[in-house]
């Protein structure tokens, strides 16, 4: 994500990266000086909708063997946040679509950076797309998924 974000270099873009994983050191070596990334350490979960208020779009760029389902994008989008995931996170292939965000291919820079590009292009569209998020998920519950799989039996 960070590589992504350097190459497209939109100056009135900025990103947030939030954590305090294995690759922080790393990530804000590569950053450098950049003021439009900014860093935040680890958040506790009751402050996570304020984190996802401060932003227009949500980007989980896991590229795993670690990452299941992703529950942060339930919760971005119960925020009215647009999504940008990758086909590593399992909520992405249930939670993401046209209507609220896009899927890239894990791993594929420059499918990354496309669908970034395209998202970050139009702000009315992320508005859009977040609205679209939060219906979405309000009609979402692993009952609506077991019902999906088995039937309303």
Sequence with gaps: MLRAFLELNMPDVHLLVVGDGLLKKILKTAAGDQQTIHFMPFQNQQRMPAIYQSCDLFCIPSSGPGESWGLAINEAM???????????????ADLVGPENGLVFESGNLDDLKCKLNRLLADKQNLKRLGAASRVKIQKWSFQHQINAIYGDH
């Design 78 to 92: 119960a925020s009215k946040r647009a999504i940008l995931a990758s086909t590593k996170v399992g909520a992405a």
